[in-house]
């Protein structure tokens, strides 16, 4: 399976962008992007993909990732 190219159309007035998105599971599709990347877990848990990296996420965790692609 490979990482599809995300898209993201920030405000052009602002230097962020900001989602924020509560669902019952996270099912997000394996991605990628030029741009920062700032991920903050209020309350769940899981297995968590994140490039060449397997690990468990709980309540409270904060991701920050840049990937770096080809």
Same mark, same amino acid.
């Given at each position: 399976?490979? +990482?599809?190219? /995300?898209?993201?159309? +920030?405000? #052009? *007035?602002? *230097?962020?962008?900001?989602?924020? =998105? $509560? $669902? +019952?599971?996270?099912?997000?599709?394996?991605?990628?992007? +030029? /741009?920062? =990347?700032?991920? !903050? $877990?209020?309350? *769940?848990?899981? #297995?968590? &993909?994140? @490039?060449?990296? $397997?690990?468990?996420? @709980?309540? @409270?965790?904060?991701? !920050?990732?840049?990937?770096?692609? &080809?």
């Amino acid at each position: 399976m490979q +990482p599809k190219l /995300e898209k993201v159309f +920030p405000n #052009l *007035s602002s *230097s962020i962008f900001v989602k924020r =998105e $509560v $669902v +019952p599971y996270m099912d997000y599709p394996w991605h990628y992007h +030029p /741009e920062f =990347e700032i991920i !903050f $877990v209020e309350k *769940s848990y899981g #297995l968590r &993909f994140m @490039g060449n990296h $397997v690990g468990h996420f @709980g309540d @409270g965790d904060l991701m !920050f990732i840049h990937w770096k692609y &080809f």
